[in-house]
T-cell receptor, first 113, second 119 residues
Framework: SQKIEQNSEALNIQEGKTATLTCNYT??????LQWYRQDPGRGPVFLLL?????KEKRKERLKVTFDTTLKQSLFHITASQPADSATYLC????????????FGTGTRLQVFP | GAVVSQHPSWVICKSGTSVKIECRSL??????MFWYRQFPKQSLMLMAT?????????EQGVEKDKFLINHASLTLSTLTVTSAHPEDSSFYIC???????????????FGNGTRLTVT
């Protein structure tokens, strides 16, 4: 079956440390993968998009990697801050001939002072 | 830019009644809008893809007669939950892709969701 799995347990880290979130997918061959942030009671907000031919993408304190062999994407937040506390969702377009976004299970990140 | 407005932000209704949720793209035209549902502490589940001027495409397991979708203009899509029951209580979120944009190289723009509670 097709699955997009993220760390189900909440990730708690101390301010200033690097948070690393994992997204693993099964039975998909996505050309692109996206990461979103969702705060409680709000809609997701787009963060980064990475293509299959890009190993790494950066935006300010954010970094995303995409390994199509491992079928995995890693999302890093460096110098984390309490304001980074939220749920982070990875999402992918299932195949080249579809135009819809399927979301992973999400990981709740808590950054404490 | 790329603002999606969803209304209402929350609604409480009695079992058996119908509820309409509106999704508007405020500063761009959206040929395609997507409706998601999210249960507590779960991820977003795609319900249907709404295309302007044509019938919506529903995901497997989603009842099209219960969740009526209308996308009558390039800036408005509506989701009507008909004959709502307590199990329909959920967080409904719409999103939009700009006209000409593909999810292969563009993000989805999300509304802030509608919390539906059916009593």
């Amino acid at each position: 079956s097709q699955k997009i799995e993220q760390n189900s347990e909440a990730l708690n880290i101390q301010e200033g440390k690097t948070a690393t979130l994992t997204c693993n997918y099964t039975n998909y061959s996505p050309a692109y993968l996206q990461w979103y942030r969702q705060d409680p009671g709000r809609g997701p907000v787009f963060l980064l998009l990475i293509r299959e031919n890009e190993k790494e993408k950066r935006k300010e304190r954010l970094k995303v990697t995409f390994d199509t062999t491992l079928k995995q994407s890693l999302f890093h937040i460096t110098a984390s801050q309490p304001a980074d506390s939220a749920t982070y969702l990875c999402a992918l377009v299932p195949s080249y001939n579809t135009d819809k976004l399927i979301f992973g299970t999400g990981t709740r990140l808590q950054v404490f002072p | 830019g790329a603002v999606v407005s969803q209304h209402p932000s929350w609604v409480i209704c009695k079992s058996g009644t119908s509820v309409k949720i509106e999704c508007r793209s405020l500063d761009f035209q959206a040929t395609t809008m997507f409706w998601y549902r999210q249960f507590p502490k779960q991820s977003l589940m795609l319900m249907a893809t709404s295309n302007e001027g044509s019938k919506a495409t529903y995901e497997q397991g989603v009842e099209k007669d219960k969740f009526l979708i209308n996308h009558a203009s390039l800036t408005l899509s509506t989701l009507t939950v008909t004959s709502a029951h307590p199990e329909d209580s959920s967080f409904y979120i719409c999103s939009a892709a700009g006209t000409g944009e593909s999810l292969y190289n563009s993000p989805l723009h999300f509304g802030n969701g509608t919390r539906l509670t059916v009593t």
